[in-house]
């Protein structure tokens, strides 16, 4: 099992959802956050003041998923999430040792989807 | 010169012309209580106390999360405290009977003999109670706006006291100056239809004082968050917007012409100023911003309120688009190179739109919208600019003076700031032990 965290441009997430549905990928958690990576975004100004390395806004996804969709997701994300420009974002793929459904008390692959 | 100002302009102007065949000019038979003249002060009265928790959220929206409860908290105490000392002694101060011109007697403490017959000095067709309480919510909201420059790094406590000595010493002089019977800046023929000295350049000029004497908050300039919660902001605009058509119209003190003239010059001058600054925002920064067009609006108020009783619509208009440019002139440049913290330019807007509009009353007044009034530059009198200025200059010098000395008397007394660490928590938590938002449902 693999824990996928995607951090993406707020605007591409519609994209992002659409391609994982596709693909059958339904459980998905979201978050909004902020963050910086190399990417300048768009200076917000207030009263003539330009706001200067501040944070931007960015969406967090989080999916944990069964070996055989890791790429799968990958994919999906990557396909809605890309521009081609800096800021475009990242997706983390990280080992996943246990998981379980609070309803059943299912464990591991059984829980996960 | 006559004696020209708001309750002159009710004594002299509109009520003489237009009730004259009712009661014939005898102001000094028993005055006789005028119903839509009362019904409309008594209404203008509530609308400008609605202003004041509209500038709360003004100033709320544009702080961070963690101050956002001090600053409704501060603005809603003022109502309270001010309130107080109002109807206990600062009525009196402010408008009770002259003493050398600069104060009022103490003879109306209390409100003892302030009842329900009119006052013939200040408004022959209304109670005078109901004179009293409109004059109250002026006393409310200026302390109010001063906070503008304190915002998010003075102790509340400190903030109790000072604002009473303020009114105390500052607004009660200054309003019996230009609006109480025997006032010198009245007798020398200042024109000030609302509250642009009384109000605006007062309370601009004390929180220049404060952004000086308080200190900017750690961060300032490039480490603080960018304002909570805009639509608070315009939220805000709107109801002061709504609430300065009862302290514009309202100060006519009657139900005629001249309100009607008040009400619509107010409306036109935030109008012009809302677009003159959001297209200042488009040539410099690329885009009209939402701040930009509702500081604008509410300089234009500003602008317009000396004004409002002696200007034609024209005029308002271009009284409007100077406050559209000089206090974003302001706001802009000279806030960022002298490097000062007024934090939601409590200066930058009521202190420079109050300045240019009691100037621009000495060049656009004219005699043909208020008879008690006067002409200005444009209208052939240029001595008007020069009786508007030296009103102007005297008000901003003792605001300013006044304002850095109970400053400093405060601060020696119980210190005017929180600590560097109650700043970094946020004064909601640190002075109120509460929190605007929760996190979870």
């Known amino acids: 099992m693999k824990y996928i965290i995607g951090i993406i441009q707020p605007d591409r997430l519609d994209e992002v959802l659409k391609r994982l549905t596709e693909r059958e990928i339904h459980l998905v958690t979201v978050s909004n956050v902020v963050g910086r990576g190399r990417q300048k975004g768009i200076a917000e100004v207030y009263r003539s003041h330009k706001e200067q390395g501040s944070l931007l806004k960015k969406v967090k996804l989080e999916i944990a998923v069964n070996e055989a969709y890791v790429e799968l997701t990958v994919d999906a994300i990557t396909a809605g999430a890309r521009t081609g420009s800096i800021g475009d974002g990242k997706i983390f793929v990280l080992d996943l040792p246990e998981c379980i459904r609070i309803r059943t008390g299912e464990r591991g692959g059984e829980a996960i989807g | ?441």
């Open chain 2, 1 to 441: 010169m006559l004696a020209l100002c708001l309750p002159a302009a009710n004594v002299l102007g509109e009520s003489v012309a237009t009730q004259s065949q009712e009661h014939p000019i005898a102001a000094a038979a028993a005055p006789k209580v005028d119903t839509g003249d009362t019904a409309w002060v008594l209404v203008s009265a509530a609308l400008v106390m609605l202003m004041t928790p509209g500038l709360a959220f003004f100033y709320g929206g544009l702080v961070r999360r963690k101050n956002m409860l001090s600053v409704l908290m501060q603005c809603l105490m003022i109502l309270c405290l001010v309130s107080l000392q109002w109807v206990l002694f600062g009525y009196s101060l402010s408008f009770g009977p002259d003493k050398g011109s600069l104060i009022g007697g103490l003879e109306w403490l209390g409100l003892k003999s302030v009842g329900m017959e009119p006052n013939t000095n200040y408004a022959a067709t209304i109670p005078h109670q109901v004179f009293m309480m409109f004059q109250m919510m002026f006393a409310v909201i200026t302390p109010a706006l001063i906070i503008g420059a304190f915002a998010e790094r003075m102790k509340f406590s400190a903030l109790c006291v000072f604002v009473l000595l303020w009114a105390t010493f500052v607004y009660d002089p200054v309003a019996h100056w230009v609006w109480g019977v025997g006032g010198f800046l009245r007798q020398s023929g200042a024109l000030d239809f609302a509250g642009g000295t009384v109000v605006h350049i007062n309370a601009g000029m004390t929180a220049l004082a404060a952004a000086l004497v308080l200190g900017r908050r750690q961060g300032y300039p490039n480490g603080i968050s960018p304002p909570h919660n805009l639509p608070f902001a315009v939220l805000g605009a709107a109801l002061l917007w709504f609430g300065w058509f009862g302290f514009n119209a309202g100060s006519a003190l009657s139900a005629g012409g001249l309100a009607s003239n008040a009400f619509t010059v107010t409306h036109i001058a935030a109008a012009a100023a809302g677009v003159t600054w959001a297209l200042l925002d488009w040539l410099k920064h690329k885009k009209p911003t939402t701040l930009g067009m509702i500081t604008g609006v509410v300089a234009g108020l500003v602008a317009i309120t000396p004004a409002s009783g002696f200007v034609t619509p024209m005029g308002a208009i271009w009284i409007g688009i100077g406050a559209g440019v000089f206090p974003w002139l302001a706001v802009t440049y000279i806030k960022g190179a002298l490097n000062y913290d007024d934090s939601l330019d409590a200066f930058g807007v009521h202190g420079i739109g109050g300045i240019w509009g009691a100037l621009a009353t000495g060049i656009w007044a004219c005699k043909a919208v208020n008879p008690a009034g006067a002409d200005g530059l444009l209208y052939g009198n240029p001595m008007q600019f020069w009786v508007q200025t030296k009103a102007v200059v005297i008000t901003m010098a003792y605001s300013f003076m006044l304002g850095v000395i109970l400053l400093n008397l405060v601060d020696i007394a119980m210190k005017l700031r929180v600590s560097e660490h109650e700043e970094r928590v946020g004064l909601d938590l640190t002075q109120h032990r509460e929190g605007a938002y929760t996190l979870i449902d």
